[in-house]
């Protein structure tokens, strides 16, 4: 009798090794969520993080999203609560990426209000799925930035730099490892 041999394989099994950099997808209403995007985003450049891409989830299709995750190691969202709930098009996102089982990502956060806080709370919730590595400390925001605020954005930036920083010395001791090996 003949023996067969299978070998099953996903779609992000054919793909490469993702590369140094961050996503940061958010949703934001009236601008104020945006805002915290837009600081992280800053600080993370400062910190040494070339590769940044930003996807308001209300105006970027989500294949496009959904690509950069694959391609990048860092994702940052954020979010405003909704009817106590996270915003739907984030929601959306989220499930979406739960579904296709990504694995080896780090995973920062962050939330608006105004009269009850959820976002935070949910996207949490979501990482349970997700299963990508939490890095820093999520941002909450009710209203609108203030100082506080900004200083937390850029504390959040800097632990997704920092992590991925870290990375580089890993692969670093890696190669000189096989090196030292040959």
Same mark, same amino acid.
């Given at each position: 009798?003949?023996?067969?041999?299978?070998?099953?394989?996903?779609?992000?099994?054919?793909?490469?090794?993702?590369?140094?950099?961050?996503?940061?997808?958010?949703?934001?209403?009236?601008?104020?969520?945006?805002?915290?995007?837009?600081?992280?985003?800053?600080? *993370?450049?400062?910190?040494?993080?070339? @590769?940044? #891409?930003?996807?308001?989830? $209300?105006?970027?299709?989500?294949?496009?999203?959904? =690509?950069?995750?694959?391609?990048?190691?860092?994702?940052?969202?954020?979010?405003?609560?909704?009817?106590?709930?996270?915003?739907?098009?984030?929601?959306?996102?989220?499930?979406?990426?739960?579904?296709?089982?990504?694995?080896?990502?780090?995973?920062?956060?962050?939330?608006?209000?105004?009269?009850?806080?959820?976002?935070?709370?949910?996207?949490?919730?979501?990482?349970?799925? *997700?299963?990508?590595?939490?890095?820093? @400390?999520? #941002?909450?925001?009710?209203? $609108?930035?203030?100082?506080?605020?900004?200083?937390? =954005?850029?504390?959040?930036?800097?632990?997704?730099?920092?992590?991925?920083?870290?990375?580089?010395?890993?692969?670093?001791?890696?190669?000189?490892?096989?090196?030292?090996?040959?």
């Amino acid at each position: 009798t003949a023996t067969t041999f299978f070998y099953t394989f996903s779609l992000h099994d054919a793909l490469p090794i993702s590369e140094e950099g961050v996503v940061i997808a958010y949703g934001s209403m009236y601008g104020n969520t945006e805002e915290v995007a837009e600081a992280i985003a800053e600080e *993370l450049s400062k910190q040494g993080i070339r @590769n940044i #891409v930003m996807h308001n989830v $209300s105006h970027t299709s989500h294949s496009f999203i959904i =690509a950069d995750v694959f391609k990048y190691k860092g994702l940052i969202v954020g979010c405003p609560t909704y009817n106590t709930q996270m915003y739907p098009e984030m929601e959306a996102l989220l499930s979406k990426l739960a579904s296709r089982e990504i694995k080896g990502r780090y995973l920062g956060y962050f939330g608006s209000f105004t009269w009850a806080s959820a976002a935070v709370k949910k996207i949490a919730e979501f990482n349970d799925k *997700l299963k990508f590595e939490p890095v820093g @400390n999520p #941002v909450e925001m009710k209203h $609108s930035m203030k100082a506080e605020t900004n200083t937390q =954005a850029k504390e959040l930036a800097k632990a997704m730099a920092d992590r991925l920083k870290a990375d580089r010395s890993e692969e670093h001791t890696s190669e000189l490892q096989s090196h030292l090996n040959l």
